[in-house]
């Protein structure tokens, strides 16, 4: 134990961590064995030590990027879980269509009381733009609305939303726009809530994987569902995409980056938030539709997403007394874990957020984002 406190000590100090320290990411560390237990287990072992309550960081987002920017995360990536998880990606298709719903089952149907206390009023669960937004709400705003713009969509024109969650841009694209849009989602309760919000609108909620959808439509909209498609899928993801879109229209997919192409997630987010995920890379979308569809746009807005996860943190943070009742206190140190480390991550810039604009042989005039801004007529709901 002596000597993986040591060298646990001294990666740290590398970072500009200290044990039990006084800055705010400075770790406190509440039992000796934890050490151990990061040399043995990595990742998973240091997120676990946390939910058990063996360390504390008054601040975990600035930890986060301190590890993250020192490049310390992946030091202990040769462990038991690391390698096993590796080899289930590399000989198997984790993303494939028998296992498409098992994402909605472990993550999204967590339950709905969660994200409507986490979330904004219209439950939002992408990145907002903060580029001249004051609170989440104006932020994702911002953010559906520039979607809207960038693939110039017009009233009674139809949109495929693939991974709609709980509704938030079909009702916005509808209301706003005057769109008629088919939303789909591998979560039940994700379905069954967007189905009320979006109530009395032309708007159609399915509980269905992509694979599954045959229809055209004059745009497709994807944000933040290719974080659950899988490298081995996504030839076939834009191929469905392709096949289903208008000649003349647009796919904007919205997406969290890598910026070094993997093969699977961090085993402790994969063992218990979002499992069978994976983040794509440039490289790996760039030969997904290479000879298939026409990269229009590639807009980088990263930094904006620590700004979303700081405001779902505190959201959450602020209702746990609302929600303990049904969620246990292990729970909340596994929520918080992840939602600070997130933005950690984009804030060390180790994570991007990506809007892809991809048409299918070239737009003729170039790619345009409308400017105007359609928020006066804004209906809360």
């Avoid at 705003?141 to 960038?150: E, F, H, Q, S, T």
Wanted: charged share 20%; net charge neutral.
């Amino acid at each position: 134990m002596v000597a993986a406190k040591k060298k646990i000590i001294k990666l740290l100090d590398s970072a500009g961590i200290q044990v039990n320290g006084n800055s705010p990411w400075d770790i406190q560390v509440h039992n000796e064995q934890l050490y151990n237990r990061i040399i043995i287990h990595g990742s998973v072992g240091l997120g676990e030590a946390y939910m058990d309550g063996w360390w504390d960081a008054d601040e975990l987002d600035s930890f986060f990027t301190r590890i993250l920017k020192a490049d310390l995360y992946n030091v202990f990536s040769y462990t038991p879980a690391n390698i096993l998880l590796y080899l289930r990606t590399l000989f198997t298709n984790m993303q494939s269509r028998s296992k498409a719903f098992q994402i909605g089952e472990q993550h999204y149907d967590i339950g709905n009381d969660l994200y409507q206390a986490m979330l904004d009023e219209r439950m939002v669960y992408t990145c907002g733009y903060w580029q001249e937004s004051e609170d989440l709400s104006q932020a994702q705003i911002a953010k559906m609305d520039l979607v809207c713009r960038k693939i110039g969509l017009k009233t009674g024109q139809k949109v495929l939303d693939i991974g709609c969650g709980w509704g938030g841009f079909a009702r916005y694209a509808a209301e706003m726009y005057g769109a008629k849009v088919t939303g789909i989602t591998v979560s039940q309760k994700q379905a069954e809530l967007a189905n009320e919000y979006c109530r009395g609108l032309p708007v159609e909620i399915r509980f269905q994987d992509y694979r599954e959808v045959s229809e055209n439509y004059d745009h497709i909209v994807s944000l933040g569902m290719l974080e659950h498609v899988g490298s081995k899928n996504y030839r076939q993801y834009l191929q469905k995409v392709h096949d289903c879109l208008s000649d003349d229209g647009l796919f904007l997919l919205h997406t969290i980056g890598s910026s070094i192409s993997v093969r699977k997630t961090d085993p402790w987010i994969n063992k218990y938030i979002f499992p069978n995920s994976m983040l794509p890379s440039i490289t790996q979308l760039g030969s997904a539709f290479e000879g298939l569809m026409v990269m229009e746009d590639w807009h980088n807005f990263g930094p904006d997403y620590d700004k979303t996860l700081m405001a779902w943190f505190q959201n959450f943070n602020r209702d746990w007394h609302h929600l303990k009742d049904n969620y246990s206190e292990r729970f909340y140190r596994m929520w918080k874990y992840f939602l600070l480390m997130s933005a950690g991550s984009f804030r060390s810039r180790t994570n991007q957020v990506w809007q892809i604009a991809l048409s299918k042989t070239g737009l003729t005039e170039g790619f345009r984002v409308r400017s105007n801004y359609q928020t006066q007529d804004l209906k809360v709901y």
